[in-house]
């Protein structure tokens, strides 16, 4: 893969994965506001937040955010 596919498909992910982690939010601030916050389906959304928000934290570490 050349350098400018790899940053194009770089870019992609990225912004997949801040769109994922947004969408993530704002379901989760709908179960809040629900008072759903100790449900099975909240819980899920915590932990692919977490993820998304590790792989976010890394991309900052290295200055790519």
């Known amino acids: 893969m050349e350098k400018t ?3 194009e498909a770089f870019e992609k992910m990225l ?9 993530i939010q704002r379901q ?3 179960l809040k506001e629900k008072g759903k916050t100790k449900s ?11 993820t998304y928000q590790s792989m976010l934290s ?3 570490v290295y200055g790519l955010l």
């Open 5 to 7: 596919q790899r940053l």
């Open 40 to 50: 099975a389906t909240y819980r899920q959304l915590m932990g692919r937040k977490m």
């Open 58 to 60: 890394m991309y900052e």
């Open 28 to 30: 989760m601030d709908d």
């Open 15 to 23: 912004q997949n994965i801040q769109k994922e982690h947004d969408s």
